[in-house]
């Protein structure tokens, strides 16, 4: 996940955040103003956002002060500008007490606020790193579009505000949130990190005028979805500005892949991941202690493998191991040309790659997307999306938002950087809903009647997919110790490997088995004889699929000698093929599996050195235009005559409401 969340609290918590987070996460010096402090670290002043600033006196986009700060996270809840409003009132004669209250939003909370870490792929804030000044301002455009739109969508479909007895009405805020935005440009490890924390206050105002607190479970519960909405957005913004597109790349075998900007090398990732090697070294012996962990009659004190649960515990803990101090923070043209000569010097890149990491990304983009289609079908996305969920949820029950999670990842896949239409997440999600999901809900409060908290599980059966668990795989060498019986004591550790090398016996991840739940449901309504318009639905799913794939990756049909010059059967060409299901699954990346080296890339850079400059006349066109009232149709025709959905053309950015 690229969006994290955390709660923040009146008191010891609130200062923590204004004496370090206010200032790019460097140690704020004693008695220093908020404004001099943040000019010392080389980060920008903090900027107000949100619908709400309105109802407050603020307005988008100004400064954040340090009394604004103070009144609304640190004092309970009180108006930005408490401090201006009780003084009035007391000149004028009213009590303390009424002028008091009077600077109050509400009732006087504990949870002030929570703060939304917001931060891009590795590729993109690498390409924000080693690139020019224009491609720096370009990704932090993006970067702050993304935002606003995640706020916007909080906004509109998930902040609720509570009130009355034990909270049982709920109500969306029609004015808005308010929320403070910081910029931060490092991480713990010194390597490049743009990320921005948004400081959303919990006091939103109802209809009648009355300030209250909205829900901050929703906020949580809703975290996921928000992530993937930030990557698909950011992703398209500087994949359209700069001409480049995304693939998909493994990161942990098992997991979902990551998607990242085609042609930055995996070295260069790997560079900037020095936290996630520690973490990852360190959780190899957490899980060797937590397996091999006996109790003083020698029984094991936990399960014998490691469970999904069980590993995010352990790897909140080697994280908290592992976290390093803070550093000093630095201006960012000093970090810039820091990171530069390390990544020269460690990272093991070419250093032509890395001064022209922006065009090798471009050329690689061309290739992709000469080759990659990106037609985005409903009824492919709603049977992905039901069986994913299905499968990656405990019991195969979800709600409405697992499901729009997945259907934006889904759409983030397929797309490649391109932009989508507005509300196409929705439309993924309803067809889910209506045509593969059961409801189940059996409320038992008014919460449970709510569209949001409406329970649901899969339709058709899958119980012939593959077994939830599997026993653990035994040593594949001779010089990898497996861990200790669990019903033996723990043996001393011999000379050789270490721990980290050790084979840890762990519960398979579900995603390798929610992508072959999409592909058993195909084969099912393949199968279906009742409805002929499902069959043919099924075929364009397939078809579409497939086209998302790089040509290498696409298993020829087996020639049969004897029916040779025959027309081929449609029933042939409905099956699925599994063959390159399999290949895809095996590459890493598109580049990897068009064979794009970084010799050919280099070769390549060359041949798309213009796209630059036909990005810029394209912008140019499209201010023009802007002006004279034309505007691009998104809409495509499929070959069974529905309507579809095709990207748009890649372009400059057209305004904040297109393509999401």
């Not at 490890?189 to 939103?204: A, C, E, I, T």
Request: hydrophobic share 40%.
């Amino acid at each position: 996940m690229t969006v994290d969340i955390r709660v923040i609290r009146a008191g010891q918590m609130y200062r923590y955040f204004f004496r370090e987070t206010v200032v790019g996460d460097g140690r704020r010096p004693a008695r220093t103003p908020l404004r001099a402090a943040q000019e010392q670290a080389g980060v920008p002043a903090g900027r107000w956002m949100g619908r709400g600033l309105a109802a407050l006196g603020l307005a988008p986009g100004e400064e954040v002060t340090e009394a604004q700060l103070r009144n609304l996270f640190g004092e309970r809840g009180r108006h930005p500008y408490a401090d201006r409003i009780e003084a009035d009132l007391l000149a004028a004669g009213v009590s303390p007490k009424k002028a008091f209250k009077a600077g109050a939003l509400g009732r006087r909370v504990t949870v002030t606020g929570v703060d939304f870490v917001f931060r891009p792929q590795p590729s993109i804030y690498l390409l924000w790193a080693f690139g020019d000044e224009e491609t720096r301002l370009v990704i932090e455009a993006a970067h702050e579009r993304a935002i606003e739109r995640v706020l916007e969508w909080i906004e509109d479909e998930v902040a609720v505000i509570r009130y009355g007895k034990d909270g049982i009405y709920r109500v969306r805020p029609p004015g808005g949130l308010v929320a403070a935005r910081f910029r931060h440009h490092e991480a713990r490890s010194g390597r490049p990190l743009l990320h921005d924390h948004l400081l959303l206050s919990v006091k939103g105002q109802r209809l009648d005028g009355r300030w209250g607190s909205i829900h901050t479970t929703a906020l949580h519960e809703n975290t996921v979805a928000a992530s993937a909405l930030y990557n698909e957005i950011v992703a398209s913004e500087v994949c359209e500005a700069l001409g480049l597109a995304t693939e998909p790349r493994i990161v942990t075998p098992g997991r979902r892949p990551v998607m990242e900007i085609a042609g930055v090398p995996h070295e260069l990732i790997r560079w900037t991941s020095r936290r996630s090697d520690q973490i990852a070294a360190c959780l190899a012996e957490l899980e060797h202690e937590y397996v091999t962990a006996v109790d003083d009659d020698g029984e094991p004190r936990f399960l014998p493998v490691v469970s999904e649960r069980a590993r995010a515990k352990l790897n909140a803990i080697a994280a908290r191991k592992t976290r390093p101090p803070k550093q000093s923070a630095r201006p960012l043209a000093q970090l810039r040309a820091w990171w530069k000569a390390s990544a020269i010097l460690t990272s093991g890149v070419h250093v032509d790659v890395i001064d022209s990491l922006l065009e090798h990304a471009r050329a690689a983009a061309a290739a992709i997307r000469a080759r990659v289609a990106a037609v985005v079908d409903v009824a492919l996305a709603a049977v992905d999306v039901a069986a994913t969920v299905f499968v990656m949820n405990d019991g195969g029950r979800f709600h409405r938002r697992h499901l729009l999670a997945e259907a934006r990842r889904h759409l983030a896949l397929v797309m490649r950087g391109r932009r989508r239409g507005p509300g196409l997440d929705g439309q993924v999600v309803a067809a889910a809903i209506s045509t593969h999901c059961l409801d189940i809900t059996e409320p038992k409060t008014l919460r449970g009647l709510e569209a949001g908290y409406r329970l649901y599980t899969a339709r058709w059966s899958l119980s012939d997919l593959p077994a939830r668990r599997r026993a653990p795989a035994p040593a594949s060498g001779p010089d990898e110790r497996p861990p200790a019986d669990p019903g033996e004591p723990a043996a001393p550790r011999p000379p050789g490997p270490d721990v980290g090398e050790w084979e840890i016996p762990r519960i398979p991840l579900p995603y390798e088995r929610a992508v072959l739940a999409g592909a058993v449901v195909r084969e099912k309504l393949l199968d279906t004889t009742t409805a002929t318009t499902v069959r043919g639905r099924a075929y364009d799913v397939v078809a579409h699929q497939q086209a998302a794939m790089p040509e290498q990756l696409l298993a020829p049909e087996p020639a049969d000698p004897e029916h040779d010059d025959q027309e081929q059967q449609p029933e042939r060409r409905e099956r699925i093929d599994m063959t390159a299901l399999r290949a895809l699954r095996e590459s890493r990346t598109d580049v990897e599996a068009l064979g794009l080296t970084a010799e050919r890339l280099r070769r390549l850079q060359d041949a798309f050195a213009k796209v630059g400059d036909d990005s810029r006349a394209r912008a140019d066109r499209a201010r023009a235009d802007r002006y004279t009232g034309q505007a691009d149709d998104t809409a495509a025709v499929r070959l069974d005559g529905r309507q579809a959905h095709r990207p748009q053309e890649p372009g400059p950015h057209r305004g904040r409401d297109v393509g999401h």
